[in-house]
């Protein structure tokens, strides 16, 4: 019976809920993405709020029906990954781009190996953290059926290390125009392939043309934990 | 239409109270009108006054009348330490157990990006010009341990270092009295990782 079952999953986000419960959006290998009752896991005899937290990785167990499941257990399964600073904040981002993303009840076994293999890199180091998120950025398109090609261009050729090229929406890669301000270099399409590593001047363009690609599917409205990163660039 | 009776809506208004439900408001009311009519009184004009007139402070931004609040006008209290907090309720925990002398910041709430929680909602520009203004010596970060609370002690360290502030943060660890066995394994590889000379 499904009820038996133990999952892992991690928490994407949990707000309280009523005194002593917390409301927590779960994501799963085989459920995908969905919403879970811990009840009064808030101080008292069940408190367990220190396991219940983002980026631990747990061993749920689900009861009920309804679109809300109950949390029947949840267990730590494993340390949690211990994400610090802006890494952190890397972590916010990229369960953000799931929230708004991922349907619900839509499972990607894949697209969560991928998350835990992201947050394991992004508990690592600081050095390399948009690489992470880059590649995670691309996992998630994928899965979700958007197949964004950094590999090759529209008409199947592959791109030249040296040219520039601008990215169209549901066509693909083609030659840029001169002075294509959303252009991208040829270098940095095999970096997002990571098939070289990213220096400074790739970083920022994969960001943007990520950036921009992203937008179109979160429909205008932009990531919240972006600002996380924007204003202190500003002050350092 | 009829006007609802009178005790109905004073029951389906107590259900605003947190842990309140049917049952209890129902209790409660049956208790004010049955038992204790002045008391009830008191509790309305109180109330009525409190909803009316209790705001943020300008300074530390706790719930207060006044434009400062009793601990920010305290002139005993030490203004070079600020302690930041998520809460007015935990201003009034540290203020009763800890034998803090300086003042407070409040942030009413936490950073939390998927809430729509950003710096600017959490009026962080507030705290960064009081850092800014060089009053400040320490700023001791007593946020919760969840991990929005840690994302924004460390948003709020970054903003202090650039004023040249000192930043502390509370300490993690195992509560008095505690027993280790019963210790969620997080707490006490944070209590392991920030042990203290003896």
Redesign the interface.
Known sequence: MERDILHSAFILHRRPYSNTSLLLELFTPRLGRLPALAKGVLGGKRNNSAALQPFQPLLVRLAGRGEVRVLAVGEADGEALPLKARGLYCGFYLNELLMRLLGRDDPHPRLYQHYFEALGALSRGIDELEPVLRRFEIALLRELGYQPEFDRLADGSAPDPQGRYAYRLEEGLAPAQLHDPGAVSGRTLQALCGEVDFGDHERREARRLMRGILSHYLGGRPLKSRELFQSRIGNK | MAERPLLGQLIDALKCL??VGPKSAQRMAFHLLERDREGGRKLARVLDEAMERVGHCNMCRTLTEAELCRLCSNPKRDPATLCVVETPADVMAVEQAAGYRGLYFVLNGR?S????????ELGLDLLERRLADGKVEEVILATNT??EG??TA??IS??AH?SKVRVTRIAYGIPLGGELGYV????L?HAIAGRREM
């Open positions: 947190p842990g950073l990006p998927i809430d729509g929680v950003g710096p600017r969840t991990v840690e994302a460390h948003y970054e903003m650039a969620d394994g997080g707490t590889s």
